[in-house]
């Protein structure tokens, strides 16, 4: 889908979009190791989810993502 087409929050802005696309180009990118401070302050939850999928996808392609968060949501997604 087109970034014209997506539904846009009244409460996103560029620089949250930004994030999280980065999140999820990531996977794409032979990095290896994220680290994610704060990622998801003042996302809101549709973002939210679509950053935590692509954190998830960058793990189960063998990456680490570290995710520093105080969000207990965000904590239950966590891969000990």
């Known amino acids: 889908m087109s ?3 997506r539904p ?3 409460a996103s802005s560029p620089a949250r979009e930004a994030r999280t696309r980065a999140v ?3 996977q794409n990118r032979a990095i290896g190791f994220y680290i994610l ?3 998801t302050t003042g996302l809101h939850s549709h973002y ?3 950053l935590l999928e ?3 996808r960058a793990g189960a392609q063998g990456n680490t993502v570290v995710v520093s968060k ?3 949501e965000v904590i239950k997604t966590a891969d000990w």
């Open 8 to 10: 846009r929050c009244p």
């Open 70 to 72: 105080h969000n207990l």
């Open 54 to 56: 692509g954190a998830a």
């Open 48 to 50: 939210v989810k679509k």
């Open 3 to 5: 970034a014209s087409m």
């Open 24 to 26: 999820q180009n990531a």
């Open 37 to 39: 401070d704060e990622p």
